[in-house]
């Protein structure tokens, strides 16, 4: 039976078995948080707290991350973090998810990637034995780095062999760094060489080209956006001939200013040329984004049925880096919705 009211509807969404493969720690926090911890160290807000999540597209939005993230500096603050992310997530009735952390945006962590990982494996872990779900974390790579940073980092991970960790990222400004497969490639060879999964912001802050490096150059499993491969048929074919899914995140579009309207964003027209599609939040709490209501928006914008929402949420799970038994969990889940 088709729910009547709008709470029916999104009650039915948050109940849809899921995972979420695009979201990031840096887009976690609360505003409260943000300002206690702020006046704590004595550092002045950028702007007062009703407009401290308006920003005018990604560049900006980068920037205030790294203000953000520096006020995070002890290991209970990112403990704090990790579980509050599980908390939403299961709010959002998803079963799993891969986050991405990036360590350049953490000034009190830099050289301290162990300890980093270990802070946030501790909020995992506590959020775990409290019945959330379980959670891989992607340490990420920036668009801006160089090309000795990058494997400076996948060098550590790599030693690090830490459980929690599943995939080498690569986020930030493609804009602003210009075309960069060709500078990251080695260290994304490295991380695959050594099993490390490869997920790769793409065709976001960049075209088409950006994407087809991503895949030719970046070996990508997966791809964060995407979205802009629209613009090209034949990296659409690449996408449809290598099962490379994308994780597609609307309301961060709209507000980063990537498409003006719902009705203009390209996820139903990738969906129809062939292309697997999920569902994410980005950066949740900044961007004001929930995971049920992505799929509410898709829903409504696009007409959605109940066979095309279980198959963006299929895409969720098979996409995910979840181990095995985690997927065929959700997946027969799915099968009863
Ligand atoms: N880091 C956090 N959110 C991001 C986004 N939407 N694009 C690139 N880098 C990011
Ligand atoms: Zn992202």
Same mark, same amino acid.
């Given at each position: &039976? ?6 029916? =509807? &999104? ?6 078995? $899921? ?22 160290? @004595? ?5 007062? !707290? ?24 002890? !290991?209970? %603050? ?8 599980? $908390? /939403? ?9 891969? *986050? ?11 050289? /301290?990637?162990?300890? &980093? ?5 501790? @909020? ?6 409290? @019945? ?29 062999? %830490?459980? /929690? ?17 060709? =500078? ?16 790769? %912001? ?7 080209? @950006? ?10 499993? =997966?791809?964060? %956006?995407?979205? /802009? ?5 034949? *990296? ?38 062939? *292309? ?37 949420? =299929? ?11 985690? $997927? ?10």
């Amino acid at each position: &039976m088709t729910p009547h009211t709008a709470t029916d =509807r &999104m009650a039915r969404l948050r109940a849809l078995p $899921k995972a979420e493969v695009h979201a990031h720690l840096e887009g976690c926090f609360e505003p409260a948080v943000l300002e206690q911890w702020a006046q704590a160290a @004595g550092v002045s807000m950028p702007r007062p !707290r009703e407009q401290l999540f308006q920003f005018e597209g990604l560049a900006d939005f980068l920037h205030f991350l790294d203000w953000a993230c520096g006020l995070a500096r002890t !290991r209970g %603050h990112l403990a704090e973090l990790s579980y509050g992310y599980s $908390k /939403r997530l299961a709010a959002s009735g998803a079963g799993y998810a891969d *986050v991405i952390f990036n360590p350049t945006h953490w000034a009190a962590w830099q050289g /301290r990637l162990g300890a &980093m990982v270990d802070a946030l494996d501790a @909020g995992f872990q506590a959020a775990e034995q409290d @019945g959330l779900p379980p959670v891989g974390l992607c340490v990420s790579l920036l668009r801006t780095q160089s090309a000795e940073a990058a494997l400076e980092l996948v060098d550590a991970l790599v030693a690090l062999r %830490h459980p /929690r960790v599943v995939a080498l990222s690569i986020d930030g400004n493609e804009a602003a760094a210009g075309r960069t497969g060709p =500078r990251f490639a080695e260290a994304f060879r490295r991380a695959g060489a050594a099993g490390l999964r490869r997920t790769v %912001h793409a065709g976001e802050s960049s075209g088409p080209q @950006g994407v087809r490096d991503a895949i030719e150059l970046l070996g990508a499993d =997966r791809i964060d %956006h995407g979205v /802009r491969a629209i613009e090209d048929p034949a *990296v659409l074919d690449l996408l449809v001939e290598r099962a490379i899914p994308l994780g597609i995140c609307p309301t961060s579009n709209l507000v980063l200013r990537v498409y003006p309207s719902i009705e203009t964003h390209p996820i139903d027209a990738l969906r129809r040329a062939g *292309v697997l599609v999920s569902l994410n939040t980005d950066d949740p709490v900044l961007l004001g984004a929930s995971l049920e209501g992505e799929y509410a928006l898709c829903q409504a914008a696009f007409s959605w049925s109940d066979d095309t929402l279980r198959s963006v949420a =299929r895409t969720s799970i098979h996409a995910s880096f979840a181990n095995p038994d985690v $997927k065929q969990q959700l997946l027969g889940q799915l099968a009863q919705w």
